[in-house]
């Protein structure tokens, strides 16, 4: 049963352009949304977080978007550059303190030059 | 960012030898420490949640036996993968946790078990 779905495996976008990956959950008790870059055969990098009683959190050219009612969140990166191509993976933190992170299944971003 | 270290990044072994890999957060206090794998194209998978001076809790289905998990310092956490098979070759990732999130992640340990 994946709690953190990203339906996407994978995402061409040409440089300069925006990307916007997706990222869908299924248990309402998730308080606590990151996004995470991973290359191949290195650890995950952070890149931004939102917590549930927001909707939007900005970081220079990642921002990312929390819609708790369709239980979707999404990452935007403007303008992709050729560096941003990896591996974005979305997690969610329950709210039973835990501090337990599921995560989804992964995207590849590819930033064409 | 805070910086999580782990050694080895690479590791070979005989079928049902012993591997240890080391956690370390370096610039950082960590009293929550997490043992992840992922196998290719596939998600992080949470094995097991490690606190310093207690035991480790693991995820179903995860054999607590075959996955030793030692925390010892609020620096330090080790996995040591016990009677290696080939099935469990893989890539194995840390993460650190300071006194609030996000969680820093490991380089990561490929693990190949002949």
């Known amino acids: 049963d994946q709690q953190v779905k990203q339906n996407s495996p994978s995402l061409s976008v040409q440089e300069g352009r925006i990307s916007i990956l997706n990222c869908d959950y299924t248990n309402s008790m998730f308080d606590y949304f990151l996004w995470y870059k991973k290359y191949p055969a290195e650890g995950p990098t952070f890149l931004i977080s939102?917590?549930?009683?927001?909707d939007k959190n900005e970081d220079g050219r990642f921002t990312v978007f929390l819609n708790k009612s369709a239980k979707h969140l999404s990452l935007h990166i403007v303008p992709s550059q050729p560096g941003d191509s990896a591996v974005y993976f979305c997690a969610a933190s329950p709210e039973s303190g835990t501090y337990k992170y599921i995560f989804g299944t992964g995207t590849r971003l590819k930033v064409l030059a | 960012g805070a910086v999580v270290s782990q050694h080895p990044s690479r590791v070979i072994c005989k079928s049902g030898t012993s591997v240890k890999i080391e956690c370390r957060s370096l610039d950082f206090q960590a009293t929550t420490m997490f043992w992840y794998r992922q196998f290719p194209k596939q998600s992080l998978m949470l094995m097991a949640t490690s606190n310093e001076g207690s035991k480790a809790t693991y995820e179903q289905g995860v054999e607590k036996d075959k996955f030793l998990i030692n925390h010892a310092s609020l620096t330090l956490s080790t996995l040591t993968v016990t009677s290696a098979h080939p099935e469990d070759s893989s890539f194995y990732i840390c993460?650190?946790?300071?006194?609030?999130?996000?969680?820093?992640f490991g380089p990561g340990t490929r693990l190949t078990v002949l």
């Open positions: 993460s650190a946790r300071p006194d609030r999130d996000p969680q820093y």
């Open positions: 939102i917590s549930s009683i927001k």
